[in-house]
């Protein structure tokens, strides 16, 4: 039987040690918005990282509340007899550093100014989130995950903490990831971040001062994502060429899928702020992890000591298989433990998001591995 | 030896005869822009009619000038000795009804308030455009072309014809199209729309009244766009994750593909103007063969009487290889003529403007069996 971790409660965890990061810019301080679910236990040594994706946050599983109808974002695979099994796992989620839920981005205060950092938020890359997370594991007293596990950009968190801090990871489960961006991939972020920034409502980012939102542009650069995470299977199943069901809120919509992706546009556009958008795609642009070592990815990856997942599925065409693919070659050749699954799926790159029995097999079978490996730690 | 048709004279050429329209509306008068390269020979047997995809016009092949650089859009394809050899084939070459480069559309006057259509331009259709060339044949005196070629929504009005006048077409060359547009297509040019539409000098499509283009939105409708014609494969080639070249107009740009698809929308938006974009867009979504006929596509083609020469292109993802397959499938099944093949490119969608020494070679011995079975009508 598998449950839900129930009504859960972020909490804000400060750290007041400045941190340097990697493109120049530092903060002096910190804050981090954090969730765990389940016991962390008495060797420390049961702990696993949760990241997330580009627009997601700390709230992984559970509700906010008795009320709350939607749970975390990985409610499905996180939770009680569940793949990362919180009868067994303490887990740590995290909003990232630059985020809008919570943790020090954007919308927080700048200590040096007195107002909102906006668009002066320093740039952050994968890399400092890596090192800010490893100062949240110090703060629970955490010496080494058992698992540190994400899908697209939260897999590539994953990847870089097996390079970063090869000693204190046991495990990485890299799902529906890429070792770094292609030129397409690129691309698409431009269209996304230029919708933002041709906002009239943008200000150069400094749409706060002005009391507005680019909600527009906001909204278009998600219609643009969302085309990119569903595959056009899954697009065709849901929507194909059908007509809008009715017409409210629906002018000039000819086809269904054009109303859904205005509503999905609209209802992301006035939960996410738009700095913060441009932010995390620029750090799903950078991200490299041959860049700061100037070496080929497989010897990069030679310092790597945990076993590695990678899970890719079929009709991802964001981060398609032949992308995880390449991951997994280069821990081939450099030598590494890897188990690699590739997933029939309809769903896009979205599938890492949804219930699916295969997926949800073979990742708890690697947990539960990851689990008894522990050992003579219980 | 292949060749150029050398300079060439667009020629405008009036129609005064109300057109009925397939949504609704109603045009009372057009002129159509048009070039021809080649000799109609005295049967009248040899006319070529090429129809241009979303962006285009009526400048396929040959030069403006002496002191022109940029060749018509399927120079590669159309001249002496090459693919549509025009020292055998009469070419025609128009611009679209409801284009913007000549033919009447939302630049034109409209002859009820005396200032241009701009948004109350009717919409038009696949089958309002093919009405519209078949009066154009008359003008010409053409009773049957020998072929009707092109690429992309190109392609798809030489199917169109196929089936809406089959005693009218010996020939159809369908190249890098597609039988109707999916959910994902749909998508894409939705998003282009809204680009467009929420650009504040968009102003519902009167732009002209305030003397502006909303020329923010139309580019980055091109940049959509633009990914789309290309290739994960051929942008990888071309850019990768390189730096851009240098920092001129460059603000903010950290790849060099940015740097390309912004240059391509300032490019774009210059040219083209935002209320046929619109339009032809809206052409492409709702182009369905078997709407008209209500019922499926083998039973709709039962009525063609022409060959087919069925094209597509490896990598080109907008119209991918499986999409030409449903056309050349639903031929086989309706026991029609068809000759079908899967091109290897990189470049994919444009790779049907791109010259390619296989693809040259077999539409060039398509078209040349189309002449020799003209037969004694030379």
Redesign the interface.
């Known amino acids: 039987m598998t449950g839900s971790v129930g009504v859960v409660t972020p909490q804000l965890i400060p750290f007041e040690t400045p941190l340097d990061l990697e493109r120049g810019g530092r903060l002096p301080r910190y804050d981090l918005m954090v969730e765990t679910y389940g016991t962390l236990n008495t060797q420390k040594s049961n702990a696993v990282l949760v990241c997330h994706a580009l627009s997601g946050d700390h709230h992984a599983a559970g509700y906010h509340g008795s009320e709350d109808t939607k749970p975390g974002w990985w409610d499905s695979y996180i939770g009680p007899g569940k793949a990362i099994d919180t009868d067994l796992f303490f887990v740590v989620s995290l909003n990232n550093l630059g985020g809008c839920s919570g943790s020090t981005g954007p919308l927080s205060m700048n200590p040096e100014t007195g107002k909102a950092y906006g668009p002066d938020f320093p740039e952050v890359t994968v890399l400092d989130w890596i090192h800010s997370q490893a100062r949240l594991a110090d703060y629970f007293g955490i010496e080494q995950f058992a698992a540190i596990a994400g899908g697209s950009l939260g897999g590539m968190q994953a990847l870089q903490w097996s390079i970063t801090y090869p000693s204190r990871v046991k495990s990485a489960a890299i799902i529906a990831a890429a070792p770094?961006?292609?030129?397409?991939n690129?691309?698409?972020n431009?269209?996304a971040r230029?919708?933002i920034?041709?906002?009239?409502n943008f200000f150069e980012g400094n749409y706060a001062d002005h009391e507005v939102i680019p909600a527009?542009?906001l909204g278009?650069a998600r219609?643009?994502g969302h085309?990119t995470y569903?595959?056009?299977v899954s697009?065709?199943k849901?929507?194909?060429?059908r007509l809008p069901r009715d017409d409210r809120d629906a002018e000039?919509v000819?086809?269904a899928?054009?109303q859904y992706?205005?509503y999905q546009g609209e209802q992301f556009s006035g939960r996410f702020d738009a700095n913060t958008y441009i932010l995390m795609t620029?750090a799903l642009?950078?991200f490299?992890p041959t860049n700061t070592e100037s070496m080929p990815l497989p010897n990069v990856l030679k310092s790597t000591k945990c076993q590695f997942l990678v899970l890719s599925f079929t009709t991802d065409?964001r981060f398609s298989p032949s992308r995880s693919e390449e991951i997994v070659d280069a821990l081939i050749q450099a030598g590494k433990p890897v188990s690699y699954s590739r997933l029939e799926s309809t769903h896009g790159h979205d599938a890492f998001l949804i219930p699916d029995a295969t997926y949800e097999r073979i990742f708890k079978a690697f947990m539960d591995r990851v689990y008894r490996d522990l050992g003579g730690d219980e």
Do not use: C
């Not at 770094?180 to 397409?184: I, P, S």
């Not at 920034?197 to 009239?200: F, I, L, T």
């Open positions: 770094r961006l292609t030129a397409q690129i691309a698409f431009e269209v230029q919708a920034m041709r906002d009239p527009s542009g278009l219609m643009v085309i569903l595959s056009d697009m065709g849901k929507f194909g060429r000039g000819n086809f899928v054009e992706l205005r620029r642009d950078y490299d065409w």
